[in-house]
Each structure stands twice: as C-alpha cells, then as structure tokens.
C-alpha cells in the first residue's frame, strides 16, 4: 500500500488541481477515517458531529449503525479500507460518512486514498468518481515518467 506520505501528496495536488483549498488536517483525518475507521469513529468529537449532521433518515440510519455497537452488522462496515477489497458494501457508507463529516471534498478524498491502495495492489475499483479516476491515472504515470533514468 502506498505511504500516507504519498496519500497526502497525491490528495495536495488533487485538491490543487480542482482549486479546492482544503486543510492538512482534513486530508489527514480522511486517510485516518479510511485505514482506521474504527478508532476514528469512536471519538466523541467524530460521533457528535456525526449525530448532528444526519438529516435524513437514511443518514441516521447510517450513523446508528457504524455507532451503536447493539446495531452491528454481521460483516461489518466500518474496517480497514471499508471492506473495498471483498464485495465492497462499506465503500459506499465511507462516501456518505466523509462527505457528512468533510463536505464533496471529503468524498473525493476518500475514493482518492481507495483509489490509489487499488492502483498499488493492482486492481480496479468499480463507481469511482471520474475525477478521481482521471487524476490516478495521470499522477500514476507522472510519477512513473519521473522514476525512469
């Protein structure tokens, strides 16, 4: 799996290119969200504001379900990578719980870091945005160009 160093490169000039402006801490906590989601979720400061940002009855459904341990289910969202690797049921909960916590950027983030773990294990993801799958490819070959002799 490619470095956090490389995440957070890559998430700079992503975000650069779509003239986004988006703090360090952002990108960290989205990388923290996707490889831990565990820990992450169990702030109280995560899950506060994950209370109070879902609306509708479907992101409260959402939330209920990655907070209340009695409300786990049997293959459970909320591990590494959200599951991207297996069937990939938690991908879409990791795009919905980043964009409440972080906005359209937050989403974009986080199928930017699957999105890179995919292109490093060396296979594809399915529903990627089309930015972000656009910009893997030229970052990708940008850094192979540079890496030749």
Known sequence: MPSWRLHEEAARRFLRELGLNVSP????????????????????????LLEEKAKSPLDKALVAILLDPKLKPLDELAIHDWGAWGEGLGVNALRRISELLFGEAGRLLAELHLALDAAFKGVELDGLDPLVKGFVNRYLARRAAESRP
């Open 25 to 48: 801490d952002v990108i960290r906590a989205v990388n923290r969200l996707v490889d831990f989601p565990r820990e992450f979720l169990s702030k109280p400061e995560v899950r506060e």
